[in-house]
Protein backbone atom coordinates (compact mmCIF):
# COMPACT_ATOMS: atom_id res chain seq x y z
CA UNK A 1 0.00 0.00 0.00
CA UNK A 2 1.67 3.15 -0.77
CA UNK A 3 2.68 4.84 2.03
CA UNK A 4 3.23 8.42 0.66
CA UNK A 5 -0.18 9.31 0.48
CA UNK A 6 -1.72 12.48 2.40
CA UNK A 7 -4.88 13.33 2.76
CA UNK A 8 -6.37 17.33 2.08
CA UNK A 9 -5.48 20.16 4.11
CA UNK A 10 -7.31 20.21 7.12
CA UNK A 11 -10.47 22.23 7.46
CA UNK A 12 -10.74 24.83 9.55
CA UNK A 13 -12.93 24.28 12.75
CA UNK A 14 -12.09 22.97 16.46
CA UNK A 15 -8.87 21.02 17.39
CA UNK A 16 -11.14 17.51 17.26
CA UNK A 17 -12.26 18.10 13.73
CA UNK A 18 -8.50 18.97 12.14
CA UNK A 19 -7.30 15.85 13.84
CA UNK A 20 -10.19 13.83 12.64
CA UNK A 21 -9.04 15.83 9.19
CA UNK A 22 -5.82 14.93 9.22
CA UNK A 23 -6.16 10.85 8.58
CA UNK A 24 -4.63 10.06 5.79
CA UNK A 25 -5.66 7.37 3.23
CA UNK A 26 -4.28 4.65 4.73
CA UNK A 27 -5.98 5.31 8.04
CA UNK A 28 -9.33 5.79 6.51
CA UNK A 29 -8.92 2.41 4.59
CA UNK A 30 -7.72 0.70 8.12
CA UNK A 31 -11.25 2.56 9.03
CA UNK A 32 -13.20 0.99 6.19
CA UNK A 33 -11.81 -2.57 6.67
CA UNK A 34 -13.28 -2.22 10.11
CA UNK A 35 -16.66 -1.20 8.93
CA UNK A 36 -16.80 -4.00 5.99
CA UNK A 37 -15.91 -6.53 8.43
CA UNK A 38 -18.84 -5.55 10.87
CA UNK A 39 -21.65 -5.81 8.14
CA UNK A 40 -22.83 -9.41 6.12
CA UNK A 41 -22.11 -10.28 2.25
CA UNK A 42 -24.55 -8.20 0.26
CA UNK A 43 -25.15 -5.55 2.64
CA UNK A 44 -24.78 -2.26 1.43
CA UNK A 45 -22.21 0.05 2.36
CA UNK A 46 -22.12 3.42 3.23
CA UNK A 47 -21.72 6.44 0.53
CA UNK A 48 -18.88 8.54 0.29
CA UNK A 49 -20.40 11.23 1.37
CA UNK A 50 -21.90 9.74 4.25
CA UNK A 51 -18.10 8.28 5.11
CA UNK A 52 -16.83 11.77 4.86
CA UNK A 53 -19.34 12.69 7.50
CA UNK A 54 -18.85 9.52 9.77
CA UNK A 55 -15.19 9.85 9.62
CA UNK A 56 -14.83 13.71 9.36
CA UNK A 57 -11.88 12.96 6.75
CA UNK A 58 -11.51 14.42 3.27
CA UNK A 59 -13.56 13.44 0.73
CA UNK A 60 -9.79 12.34 -1.30
CA UNK A 61 -9.13 10.07 1.56
CA UNK A 62 -11.82 8.57 1.39
CA UNK A 63 -12.31 8.06 -2.11
CA UNK A 64 -8.84 6.38 -2.40
CA UNK A 65 -9.91 4.02 0.74
CA UNK A 66 -12.82 2.75 -1.41
CA UNK A 67 -11.16 2.87 -5.09
CA UNK A 68 -8.76 0.57 -2.87
CA UNK A 69 -11.56 -1.45 -1.42
CA UNK A 70 -13.24 -1.94 -5.20
CA UNK A 71 -9.46 -2.84 -6.25
CA UNK A 72 -9.36 -5.50 -3.83
CA UNK A 73 -12.50 -6.77 -4.67
CA UNK A 74 -13.96 -6.48 -0.93
CA UNK A 75 -16.79 -3.96 -1.82
CA UNK A 76 -18.74 -3.90 -5.23
CA UNK A 77 -20.30 -1.16 -7.04
CA UNK A 78 -23.72 -2.30 -8.68
CA UNK A 79 -25.38 -1.36 -11.97
CA UNK A 80 -29.72 -0.81 -11.47
CA UNK A 81 -28.99 -1.45 -7.49
CA UNK A 82 -27.94 2.31 -6.66
CA UNK A 83 -25.10 2.02 -4.67
CA UNK A 84 -22.02 0.29 -3.27
CA UNK A 85 -22.25 -3.20 -1.72
CA UNK A 86 -19.96 -5.83 0.82
CA UNK A 87 -18.30 -8.60 -1.87
CA UNK A 88 -20.03 -12.04 -1.64
CA UNK A 89 -16.46 -13.19 -2.49
CA UNK A 90 -13.91 -10.59 -1.48
CA UNK A 91 -10.26 -11.15 -3.56
CA UNK A 92 -6.81 -10.61 -2.06
CA UNK A 93 -5.20 -9.15 -4.79
CA UNK A 94 -2.18 -10.94 -4.22
CA UNK A 95 -4.38 -13.94 -5.23
CA UNK A 96 -3.40 -16.24 -8.16
CA UNK A 97 -6.93 -15.94 -9.20
CA UNK A 98 -10.61 -16.76 -8.26
CA UNK A 99 -13.48 -17.97 -10.14
CA UNK A 100 -12.16 -18.89 -13.52
CA UNK A 101 -15.44 -20.92 -14.33
CA UNK A 102 -18.00 -18.51 -15.85
CA UNK A 103 -20.07 -21.45 -17.81
CA UNK A 104 -22.39 -21.46 -14.85
CA UNK A 105 -22.96 -17.59 -14.45
CA UNK A 106 -26.33 -16.56 -14.30
CA UNK A 107 -25.94 -14.30 -17.90
CA UNK A 108 -27.82 -12.71 -20.46
CA UNK A 109 -27.97 -11.13 -24.03
CA UNK A 110 -27.06 -7.59 -21.83
CA UNK A 111 -24.22 -8.73 -19.65
CA UNK A 112 -20.67 -8.39 -20.29
CA UNK A 113 -18.00 -10.22 -18.48
CA UNK A 114 -14.83 -8.40 -17.98
CA UNK A 115 -11.86 -10.15 -17.09
CA UNK A 116 -8.70 -8.68 -15.22
CA UNK A 117 -5.44 -9.48 -13.16
CA UNK A 118 -5.48 -7.64 -9.89
CA UNK A 119 -2.20 -6.38 -9.62
CA UNK A 120 -2.75 -3.07 -8.76
CA UNK A 121 -2.50 -1.44 -12.41
CA UNK A 122 -4.13 1.14 -14.53
CA UNK A 123 -6.15 -2.13 -15.56
CA UNK A 124 -7.44 -2.67 -11.50
CA UNK A 125 -9.19 1.05 -12.22
CA UNK A 126 -10.79 0.04 -15.54
CA UNK A 127 -12.69 -2.37 -13.67
CA UNK A 128 -13.84 0.13 -11.17
CA UNK A 129 -14.84 2.63 -13.98
CA UNK A 130 -16.71 0.23 -15.78
CA UNK A 131 -19.74 -0.29 -13.89
CA UNK A 132 -20.02 3.60 -13.38
CA UNK A 133 -19.58 4.38 -17.60
CA UNK A 134 -22.58 5.46 -18.72
CA UNK A 135 -22.88 3.35 -21.96
CA UNK A 136 -22.91 0.50 -19.38
CA UNK A 137 -25.81 1.39 -17.46
CA UNK A 138 -28.32 -0.76 -18.81
CA UNK A 139 -25.66 -3.89 -18.64
CA UNK A 140 -25.19 -6.30 -15.94
CA UNK A 141 -21.52 -6.23 -15.35
CA UNK A 142 -19.82 -9.70 -14.31
CA UNK A 143 -16.52 -8.49 -13.37
CA UNK A 144 -14.08 -11.67 -12.73
CA UNK A 145 -10.77 -11.28 -11.60
CA UNK A 146 -7.99 -14.04 -12.33
CA UNK A 147 -4.27 -14.67 -13.11
CA UNK A 148 -3.19 -14.78 -16.97
CA UNK A 149 -1.37 -18.29 -16.07
CA UNK A 150 -4.86 -19.57 -14.91
CA UNK A 151 -6.74 -18.96 -18.69
CA UNK A 152 -6.07 -22.69 -19.34
CA UNK A 153 -8.48 -23.61 -16.74
CA UNK A 154 -11.15 -21.02 -17.84
CA UNK A 155 -14.37 -22.96 -19.04
CA UNK A 156 -16.51 -21.14 -21.63
CA UNK A 157 -20.04 -20.30 -20.87
CA UNK A 158 -22.76 -22.66 -22.37
CA UNK A 159 -24.72 -21.44 -25.10
CA UNK A 160 -27.17 -21.59 -23.21
CA UNK A 161 -25.75 -18.96 -20.98
CA UNK A 162 -23.82 -16.80 -23.60
CA UNK A 163 -23.22 -13.31 -22.49
CA UNK A 164 -23.60 -9.92 -25.20
CA UNK A 165 -19.22 -10.26 -24.74
CA UNK A 166 -16.51 -10.02 -23.24
CA UNK A 167 -13.94 -7.38 -22.14
CA UNK A 168 -10.26 -8.67 -21.41
CA UNK A 169 -8.23 -6.43 -19.52
CA UNK A 170 -3.88 -6.67 -20.98
CA UNK A 171 -2.39 -8.06 -23.17
CA UNK A 172 -0.98 -11.46 -21.20
CA UNK A 173 -5.01 -12.74 -22.01
CA UNK A 174 -4.50 -12.55 -25.51
CA UNK A 175 -4.85 -16.30 -25.84
CA UNK A 176 -8.18 -16.15 -23.69
CA UNK A 177 -9.45 -13.66 -26.21
CA UNK A 178 -8.52 -15.58 -29.27
CA UNK A 179 -10.19 -18.61 -27.82
CA UNK A 180 -13.57 -17.14 -27.03
CA UNK A 181 -13.28 -15.58 -30.36
CA UNK A 182 -13.03 -18.70 -31.95
CA UNK A 183 -15.80 -20.28 -29.99
CA UNK A 184 -18.13 -17.58 -31.35
CA UNK A 185 -18.15 -15.23 -28.53
CA UNK A 186 -18.27 -11.18 -29.47
CA UNK A 187 -14.49 -10.28 -27.88
CA UNK A 188 -12.42 -6.94 -27.11
CA UNK A 189 -8.82 -6.69 -25.35
CA UNK A 190 -8.03 -3.52 -24.03
CA UNK A 191 -4.18 -3.23 -23.76
CA UNK A 192 -1.94 -2.98 -26.33
CA UNK A 193 -0.97 -6.36 -27.91
CA UNK A 194 2.50 -8.41 -27.79
CA UNK A 195 3.47 -7.88 -31.40
CA UNK A 196 3.01 -5.33 -33.90
CA UNK A 197 0.90 -7.43 -35.66
CA UNK A 198 -1.66 -6.94 -33.51
CA UNK A 199 -3.84 -9.26 -31.24
CA UNK A 200 -5.97 -11.16 -33.71
CA UNK A 201 -9.01 -9.56 -31.99
CA UNK A 202 -10.77 -6.43 -31.49
CA UNK A 203 -7.93 -4.73 -29.47
CA UNK A 204 -8.18 -1.04 -27.85
CA UNK A 205 -4.87 0.65 -26.06
CA UNK A 206 -3.92 3.89 -25.31
CA UNK A 207 -0.69 4.82 -27.83
CA UNK A 208 2.54 4.00 -25.39
CA UNK A 209 4.86 5.01 -28.87
CA UNK A 210 3.23 8.54 -27.96
CA UNK A 211 3.45 8.19 -23.98
CA UNK A 212 6.91 7.32 -23.82
CA UNK A 213 7.72 10.57 -25.78
CA UNK A 214 5.87 12.53 -24.11
CA UNK A 215 7.49 11.96 -20.75
CA UNK A 216 11.16 12.58 -22.02
CA UNK A 217 10.31 15.63 -23.80
CA UNK A 218 8.91 16.85 -20.82
CA UNK A 219 11.86 16.23 -18.69
CA UNK A 220 14.03 17.12 -21.53
CA UNK A 221 12.45 20.84 -21.96
CA UNK A 222 12.86 21.00 -17.90
CA UNK A 223 16.92 20.76 -18.51
CA UNK A 224 17.32 17.05 -17.47
CA UNK A 225 19.75 15.64 -19.31
CA UNK A 226 20.75 12.50 -17.37
CA UNK A 227 17.34 9.84 -16.94
CA UNK A 228 16.73 6.87 -14.94
CA UNK A 229 14.33 4.38 -16.24
CA UNK A 230 12.57 2.06 -14.43
CA UNK A 231 13.29 -1.42 -16.07
CA UNK A 232 10.39 -3.66 -14.89
CA UNK A 233 10.04 -7.34 -16.57
CA UNK A 234 9.83 -6.90 -20.22
CA UNK A 235 10.83 -2.90 -20.26
CA UNK A 236 13.00 -3.15 -22.95
CA UNK A 237 10.80 -5.06 -25.29
CA UNK A 238 8.05 -1.99 -25.07
CA UNK A 239 7.21 0.20 -27.49
CA UNK A 240 7.29 3.14 -24.51
CA UNK A 241 10.86 2.14 -23.89
CA UNK A 242 11.85 2.29 -27.58
CA UNK A 243 10.10 5.39 -28.07
CA UNK A 244 11.92 7.09 -24.88
CA UNK A 245 15.20 5.74 -26.57
CA UNK A 246 14.29 7.02 -29.94
CA UNK A 247 13.23 10.49 -28.82
CA UNK A 248 16.88 10.81 -26.38
CA UNK A 249 18.83 9.57 -29.43
CA UNK A 250 17.40 12.05 -31.70
CA UNK A 251 18.81 14.88 -29.14
CA UNK A 252 22.02 13.67 -29.54
CA UNK A 253 21.72 12.07 -25.76
CA UNK A 254 21.65 8.19 -26.61
CA UNK A 255 23.97 7.07 -23.84
CA UNK A 256 22.71 9.86 -21.31
CA UNK A 257 19.85 7.18 -19.89
CA UNK A 258 20.81 4.78 -17.07
CA UNK A 259 18.03 1.52 -16.16
CA UNK A 260 16.91 1.07 -12.52
CA UNK A 261 16.04 -3.25 -12.52
CA UNK A 262 14.01 -5.12 -10.39
CA UNK A 263 17.17 -6.30 -8.45
CA UNK A 264 18.56 -3.09 -8.54
CA UNK A 265 15.55 -1.78 -6.67
CA UNK A 266 15.13 -4.35 -4.42
CA UNK A 267 18.94 -4.13 -2.98
CA UNK A 268 17.80 -0.35 -2.55
CA UNK A 269 14.60 -1.25 -0.75
CA UNK A 270 16.61 -3.51 1.51
CA UNK A 271 19.93 -1.21 1.91
CA UNK A 272 18.25 2.37 1.15
CA UNK A 273 21.79 3.77 1.73
CA UNK A 274 22.64 2.72 -1.43
CA UNK A 275 19.84 5.12 -2.97
CA UNK A 276 21.64 7.91 -1.51
CA UNK A 277 24.85 6.67 -2.77
CA UNK A 278 23.53 6.81 -5.89
CA UNK A 279 22.48 9.81 -6.38
CA UNK A 280 25.10 11.35 -4.51
CA UNK A 281 27.16 10.68 -7.77
CA UNK A 282 28.22 13.99 -9.28
CA UNK A 283 27.12 12.10 -12.75
CA UNK A 284 23.72 10.78 -11.08
CA UNK A 285 20.64 11.32 -12.73
CA UNK A 286 18.71 14.42 -12.32
CA UNK A 287 14.93 12.88 -13.12
CA UNK A 288 13.66 9.90 -12.43
CA UNK A 289 10.66 7.63 -15.07
CA UNK A 290 8.65 5.10 -13.38
CA UNK A 291 6.81 2.39 -14.85
CA UNK A 292 3.69 3.37 -13.76
CA UNK A 293 2.20 5.24 -10.91
CA UNK A 294 2.28 2.48 -8.15
CA UNK A 295 5.68 2.31 -8.69
CA UNK A 296 6.53 6.08 -9.11
CA UNK A 297 4.86 6.17 -5.44
CA UNK A 298 7.09 3.79 -4.24
CA UNK A 299 9.88 4.92 -5.53
CA UNK A 300 8.94 8.14 -3.85
CA UNK A 301 8.56 6.93 -0.22
CA UNK A 302 12.12 5.92 -0.69
CA UNK A 303 13.71 8.60 -1.70
CA UNK A 304 12.13 10.90 0.94
CA UNK A 305 12.84 7.79 3.72
CA UNK A 306 16.68 8.66 2.74
CA UNK A 307 16.06 12.52 2.88
CA UNK A 308 16.50 12.97 -0.83
CA UNK A 309 13.69 15.20 -1.99
CA UNK A 310 11.28 15.45 -5.02
CA UNK A 311 11.98 17.63 -7.23
CA UNK A 312 14.04 19.52 -4.89
CA UNK A 313 17.09 16.94 -5.24
CA UNK A 314 15.25 15.28 -7.98
CA UNK A 315 12.30 15.39 -10.41
CA UNK A 316 9.71 11.95 -10.97
CA UNK A 317 7.60 11.14 -13.33
CA UNK A 318 4.83 8.35 -13.32
CA UNK A 319 2.48 6.74 -15.96
CA UNK A 320 -1.40 6.18 -15.74
CA UNK A 321 -2.97 8.95 -13.58
CA UNK A 322 -4.35 6.65 -11.03
CA UNK A 323 -6.16 8.67 -8.54
CA UNK A 324 -3.55 7.86 -5.79
CA UNK A 325 -1.29 10.01 -8.47
CA UNK A 326 -2.85 13.33 -6.84
CA UNK A 327 -2.70 12.35 -2.85
CA UNK A 328 1.17 12.20 -2.95
CA UNK A 329 3.36 14.58 -1.71
CA UNK A 330 4.13 16.20 -3.82
CA UNK A 331 1.41 15.66 -6.94
CA UNK A 332 3.08 13.26 -9.17
CA UNK A 333 3.68 14.34 -12.99
CA UNK A 334 1.95 11.60 -14.59
CA UNK A 335 0.78 10.22 -18.45
CA UNK A 336 -3.04 10.27 -18.34
CA UNK A 337 -3.74 6.88 -20.22
CA UNK A 338 -7.07 8.17 -20.88
CA UNK A 339 -8.76 4.99 -19.78
CA UNK A 340 -12.01 6.00 -19.32
CA UNK A 341 -11.84 7.29 -23.54
CA UNK A 342 -10.80 3.54 -23.38
CA UNK A 343 -13.50 2.14 -21.79
CA UNK A 344 -15.82 4.13 -24.25
CA UNK A 345 -14.20 2.54 -27.05
CA UNK A 346 -14.16 -0.88 -26.06
CA UNK A 347 -17.88 -0.85 -25.36
CA UNK A 348 -18.63 0.91 -28.52
CA UNK A 349 -16.99 -2.31 -30.15
CA UNK A 350 -19.26 -4.64 -28.26
CA UNK A 351 -22.92 -2.41 -28.52
CA UNK A 352 -22.28 -2.08 -32.30
CA UNK A 353 -25.12 -4.44 -34.20
CA UNK A 354 -22.20 -6.04 -36.29
CA UNK A 355 -19.42 -7.47 -34.85
CA UNK A 356 -16.55 -5.62 -35.83
CA UNK A 357 -13.21 -7.00 -37.52
CA UNK A 358 -10.77 -9.07 -36.02
CA UNK A 359 -7.93 -6.51 -36.62
CA UNK A 360 -10.14 -3.77 -35.96
CA UNK A 361 -7.65 -1.34 -33.58
CA UNK A 362 -8.29 1.95 -31.94
CA UNK A 363 -5.88 3.42 -30.36
CA UNK A 364 -6.30 6.50 -27.29
CA UNK A 365 -3.77 9.13 -27.76
CA UNK A 366 -2.14 9.78 -23.93
CA UNK A 367 -1.47 13.55 -22.52
CA UNK A 368 0.84 14.46 -19.82
CA UNK A 369 -0.21 15.76 -16.61
CA UNK A 370 2.72 18.28 -15.42
CA UNK A 371 2.20 18.15 -11.30
CA UNK A 372 4.60 19.20 -8.39
CA UNK A 373 7.03 16.29 -8.63
CA UNK A 374 8.66 17.56 -11.82
CA UNK A 375 10.73 20.77 -11.69
CA UNK A 376 13.09 22.58 -14.15
CA UNK A 377 16.80 21.20 -13.73
CA UNK A 378 17.89 25.09 -12.72
CA UNK A 379 15.47 25.43 -9.99
CA UNK A 380 16.99 22.10 -8.26
CA UNK A 381 20.35 23.30 -8.60
CA UNK A 382 19.93 26.54 -6.85
CA UNK A 383 17.71 24.97 -3.96
Given at each position: MPSALIPSNPASGGGASR??????GAAVLGELELLRSSLQPGEQFPSQRELVRR????????????DELARQGKIVKRVGRGGTFVSDTPVDSGSSGIDDNVSELPVQSRTIVAISEPDGSIFDRALQLLVRHPEAAELAINSR?????????????????????????????????????EAGHRVVLVGQPSNDQGAGVPNVYGDHTEGGALVVRHLLDLGHRRLLFQDSG???QTRRWKSAKHT?????????????SDEMYARWSKSPQLVREFFDRPDAPTAVVAWNDEKAINLLTL????????????????????????????????????????????????LQPESPS?????????????????????????I
Open positions: ARRGLNLDASERAVAWALLMAHTNIDRFELPSAQNKPLGFLLFRHLFEPLALRLQLFRLEQCGLATSHELLLNKVGLRVPEDVSLVGYDNLPQSVLTHPALTTVDSAIERQLHAALRLLPNHTVIVLPSLLRRDSSAPLEDQAA
